[in-house]
């Protein structure tokens, strides 16, 4: 009898290639690798991420999309630098996240991450004007600007997000939307390389959403920064050209959206598709409706196919008919 398990050769051939791949996400701007955040509070454990990756790259504007409680604000916490991960890697602009010693956060929170909320109060410092909030990170960073060139720049950002106006206007004489788009103004302030926002229209109108959507956009389109927005809004998720889902503390499924051109009529189309993830052991997450509709529980009958994978309903019943018109 002949063996057909692999020789000494093929598994060093393996273990090279493995030592030899890139790591996951090497080149992301953002990376979270089984990412997890236990919180324990009067002796339970909660598990808000559980596991979670996600990778972001340089210039993306993406957003999370998530049911409450998934962990949506939680890894939104860890990337701001405000929370520290229980477990697994967490990587912005090459910072480690949890190595960081509280200088390095400082630090990181100041110039490599800026970030929005929800609420258009805890953005911005009420007795200050649009200007002053904008000049304050400048003024924190300790960078050596002069105070023209600080000048020059806080009417730069405030132009180019459209709230120039507000200038000279203190919080409450703005309405919701200029406030957070001269949010967005300090956020941006000392060019970070990611910009944050969790529910940054979570506050507003439909109308004032869109216009909050059109100034990240700009921010990203203009200065190049890597933006990544939770939200609720599912006229903000279908704006970008990726969403990714959380579910139960990990990434589950994401949507990207291309323009495509009709050959025969040359016009454009916004083309969706859904796709799952599949995480570095193999495991997938199939739709609950998917499994639902077919009535797959426990396990399901594999099958390889030349260019897919087929998934069918367990078909040990017994009767060795499973009416899919598979054989073997
Ligand atoms: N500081 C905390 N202490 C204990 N449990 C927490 C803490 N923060 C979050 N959790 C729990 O972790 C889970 C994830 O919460 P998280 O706020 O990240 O969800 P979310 O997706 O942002 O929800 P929402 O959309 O409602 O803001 C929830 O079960 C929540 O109760």
């Known amino acids: 009898m002949t063996s057909t398990g692999p020789t000494f050769a093929d598994l060093a051939h393996r273990a090279a290639a493995h030592r030899d791949r890139p790591a996951y996400g090497h080149d992301a701007l953002i990376t979270c690798d089984r990412l997890v955040r236990v919180f324990a509070t009067d002796g339970v454990e909660v ?9 972001v790259r340089e210039g993306e504007l993406m957003a999370l999309v998530g049911a409450s ?5 939680t890894l939104m916490n860890i990337l701001a630098g405000l929370d520290t991960p229980t477990a697994g890697a ?9 190595t960081m010693t509280g200088r390095d956060r400082l630090r990181y929170r100041r110039e490599v991450v800026g970030f929005v909320w929800q609420q258009t109060a805890r953005n911005l410092l009420p007795y200050l004007t649009a200007a002053q909030n904008v000049a304050l990170p400048l003024r924190l960073s300790g960078s050596r600007t002069r105070r023209r060139a600080r000048a020059a720049r806080v009417a730069e950002l405030l132009e180019l997000l459209e709230v120039a106006d507000c200038h000279d206007r203190r919080p409450h004489e703005m309405s919701g939307g200029q406030q957070q788009r001269v949010a967005i103004a300090v956020a941006l302030a000392n060019s970070p390389d990611v910009l944050l926002a969790d529910e940054p229209t979570g506050e507003l109108d439909s109308h004032t959403a869109g216009q909050i959507f059109a100034a990240f956009r700009t921010a990203n389109e203009h200065l190049g920064t890597t933006i990544v927005i939770v939200t609720h809004d599912q006229a903000v998720a279908s704006e970008v050209r990726r969403t990714v889902a959380i579910r139960d503390g990990r990434t589950s499924t994401e949507v990207l959206r291309r323009t495509e051109v009709d050959a025969a009529t040359g016009e454009e189309a916004l083309v969706a598709r859904e796709y799952a993830m599949l995480d570095r052991a193999g495991r997938l997450q199939l739709p609950a ?4 509709t077919l009535g797959m529980r426990d396990r399901v009958a594999l099958e390889l196919e030349r260019d897919h994978i087929g998934v069918w309903p367990d078909d040990d019943n017994g009767s060795g008919d499973d009416g899919s018109g598979r054989t073997g």
């Not at 808000?48 to 990778?55: E, F, I």
């Not at 409680?69 to 604000?73: A, D, R």
């Not at 967490?90 to 949890?98: C, I, N, P, Q, T």
Request: glycine letters at 14%.
């Open 289 to 292: 409706e998917y499994t639902e």
């Open 47 to 55: 598990q808000a991420l559980q596991g979670l990756d996600l990778t």
């Open 69 to 73: 409680g998934s962990g949506k604000s």
């Open 90 to 98: 967490a990587r912005v602009a090459g910072r480690d996240l949890l």
